[in-house]
């Protein structure tokens, strides 16, 4: 059976950027689906696509459709014969809808019993025509935030649909979606080549493409602006601000991507520079030049989706566009220097954070105590400098550059208390405690900065957690898990050894006059939403398993946690580490919930059990200074001893003597066996 190549194009109006990368998964992971679930074959699936069309081709797809056995379940066998063995309605329709008798019907047994079956020859049908029905199923079902009807049609996508290639072999597939008909005919560039041209296959297609200027592959447009962004950049003699969050954007906006330098005054460069890179990047998609000590200059680069013939033209309007926004962003930079943060704090009373947990104020005051009290646990000389930092971090938030640039919270109050003349390292903290910003992102480099984005985010998630609103599987509105993730990254980073349970209890505490569901309830349920994602956070690193083991074995010091799990899966390649595990296992399954009492060794009969005690005694001293002091390696080399102790124990001794005496000692002994391998992990975890 030949294997041939499937390729559909969309074509469309002008698909929004943020719509196209979520669009391209899905059409790979359905086409996917959708060709396993018809029993078709294949060797991979690419994606493409520009701001007018979605590709995707597939290779290897065999031409027809194999023939498959395919059984059918119906009723049970109680349900469908009466007491008299006659065949219910229930059997009949099912013999029915499968288009056999009753008498051809056979049965199988389940885990939940005997029900009715019919086994059937399916005879495989012609690739060709199974596409039919699932590429306009498929178009169909692509997911966009928002998506529009046009016309009187009863269909719906992102923009209407102009045009549809589809081919199997080269033959067109034959289906509609709306009024729009598949064919081979696709488009060129909207200004460049607005005309159509025919397509054979993909080969061809990405050929007739570049002559029509369009460049279909995402990736090889990402390459072309980065290197053109890159060449201005440098004829303007300066070097590119690298920005690959604004690439991904960018990269959906052209068909055929050019660059073009252009600039503003350099007056503007007395506002902050995050401020003037914001203004440029996230309201005009401009990249920004700098020199080689990183200093901002005062031009920008925009990319085309054309080639101009007079570049000068474009240049001035994009400029004229930016003086608009830069003007603005340096009249709130002047207008906000008239009021000090401190006076911006008391606006903060005014300003609702969230109407079941009070004011920024209100919340600002709670996470303020909160990083105090980290600061005098964990770095006593920064406490003063830790409160200052906590008052004033959310002043910004009333000024004017703020309220029209959001992005640049934190970083103007920064500058501002620079201005102002607060210490540094206070100001600096003010911008760090928004860190970090993404999964992944920087982390604050200061402890005061970290004490504070600490204090803040728990604060949140506490604080939401208490009156019910708990994110869910679909909606997590206040982002919680990015702040609680950002907390134990930031505790990991650190290096900051602290008991977590009791800094939620702390937070809690702030939240009293906040509650609305019982505090222990909550409490509860944060610890518990903070170890799904610690599990996550550490999953791509190490085994799931050794994950689970050590984690069960207590979760309230992360970087002790942490360090646990990296021995363990360090000392999961350890040849004593199977029999350790066996051990352990061994242990657990006699002694269940255990038996915490003093051992006597006077009670000993059996030299398995004296041997095991013995060689317990002497483990336990250095395994235990290895685990006070961290070294978990060489507890875990200690504890990995007593495998043959605990196998020759096994073999010789019978644990649940009658005499209650003996066999309360020997699950004894054992239980503070088990209490010692806990230390480090759930053993019993380990696959």
């Not at 009290?373 to 004017?400: E, F, H, I, M, Y």
């Not at 006059?513 to 222990?520: Q, V």
């Not at 207590?554 to 021995?567: E, N, T």
Request: negative net charge; proline residues 5%; glycine residues 8%.
């Amino acid at each position: 059976m030949s294997a041939k190549e499937l390729f559909l194009e969309i074509g469309t109006e002008e698909i929004p950027a943020g719509f196209i990368p979520r669009a391209l998964a899905e059409m790979e992971a359905m086409i996917s689906r959708e060709l396993t679930n018809a029993r078709l074959t294949f060797d991979m699936v690419q994606t493409l696509a520009t701001p007018r069309r979605l590709a995707l081709v597939v290779k290897g797809v065999p031409s027809l459709q194999p023939d498959a056995e395919i059984t059918a379940t119906g009723p049970s066998v109680k349900a469908a014969y009466d007491a008299d063995g006659k065949p219910t309605r229930a059997a009949e329709g099912f013999a029915k809808g499968q288009g056999v008798d009753v008498g051809e019907l056979t049965t199988v047994v389940t885990e939940k019993g005997e029900y009715l079956a019919v086994t059937k020859k399916v005879t495989g049908r012609p690739t060709h025509e199974l596409l039919s029905e699932i590429l306009p199923k498929l178009i169909a079902d692509i997911p966009f935030k928002k998506s529009m009807r046009w016309a009187d049609l009863d269909v719906r996508f992102a923009r209407p649909i102009h045009w549809i290639v589809a081919l199997f072999d080269g033959v067109v597939v034959p289906f509609s979606f709306g009024i729009v008909e598949s064919g081979t005919l696709s488009r060129g560039h909207r200004f460049m080549a607005n005309t159509t041209f025919p397509v054979n296959n993909f080969a061809h297609y990405l050929e007739e493409c570049e002559r029509h200027f369009v460049i279909p592959d995402p990736e090889k447009r990402k390459e072309i602006i980065r290197r053109e962004a890159h060449r201005v950049a440098k004829a303007a003699g300066g070097h590119l601000l690298p920005d690959e969050e604004l690439l991904d954007q960018i990269v959906y906006l052209a068909e055929y991507p050019s660059a073009v330098h252009g600039t503003f005054s350099p007056e503007f460069l007395k506002v902050p520079k995050e401020v003037l890179i914001t203004s440029m990047r996230s309201h005009q998609r401009y990249f920004s030049i700098v020199d080689e000590g990183g200093k901002l200059l005062p031009g920008f680069i925009t990319i085309n989706n054309t080639l101009t013939e007079d570049p000068s033209v474009v240049v001035k309007g994009n400029e004229r566009v930016l003086r608009a926004r830069l003007s603005d962003a340096r009249f709130f930079f002047e207008e906000d220097q008239k009021v000090k943060l401190d006076d911006r704090v008391e606006a903060l009373k005014k300003v609702v954070y969230q109407q079941k947990l009070g004011t920024s104020f209100e919340k600002m005051e709670r996470f303020r105590t909160l990083a105090q009290g980290l600061a005098g646990q964990l770095n006593p000389a920064v406490q003063g400098q830790t409160a200052r930092a906590a008052w004033l971090c959310k002043a910004d938030l009333v000024s004017g550059m703020v309220g029209e640039f959001p992005e640049v919270q934190g970083i103007m109050g920064r500058e501002y208390a620079l201005l102002e003349g607060e210490e540094p390292a206070v100001a600096g903290a003010i911008a760090e405690h928004y860190l970090p910003i993404q999964a992944g992102g920087e982390l604050p480099a200061s402890d005061i900065g970290a004490f504070v984005s600490i204090a803040d985010k728990l604060d949140t998630v506490c604080g939401c957690f208490s009156v019910g609103l708990i994110p869910t599987g679909a909606a997590d509105p206040y982002a919680l898990r990015r702040a609680t993730i950002g907390i134990i990254a930031t505790i990991l980073d650190r290096g900051y050894r602290l008991s977590l349970t009791a800094l939620i209890d702390r937070a809690l505490d702030l939240l009293a006059a906040k509650l609305t569901r019982p505090k222990e309830q909550a409490a509860a349920e944060v610890g518990e939403f903070f170890r799904g994602r610690f599990v996550n956070l550490l999953a791509g690193g190490y085994p799931a398993d050794v994950i689970e083991a050590a984690v069960s074995a207590g979760f309230d010091d992360l970087v002790q946690v942490r360090d646990r799990i990296a021995a363990l899966a360090q000392f999961k390649s350890h040849p004593d580490f199977e029999p350790l595990t066996g051990a352990f296992k061994r242990v657990g399954n006699i002694i269940k919930e255990g038996l915490d009492a003093p051992v006597d060794p006077a009670l000993f009969q059996d030299s398995a059990e004296t041997g095991l005690y013995t060689a317990f005694q002497t483990v336990k001293n250095s395994a235990e200074a290895g685990i006070a002091a961290g070294r978990w390696q060489e507890a875990l080399a200690e504890i990995a001893t007593l495998r043959g102790p605990i196998d020759a124990f096994f073999d010789k001794v019978m644990v649940m003597a009658e005499d209650e005496r003996i066999r309360t000692n020997r699950l004894a002994l054992l239980t503070a066996i088990a209490r010692m391998f806990g230390q480090v992990a759930d053993f019993s975890r380990i696959a």
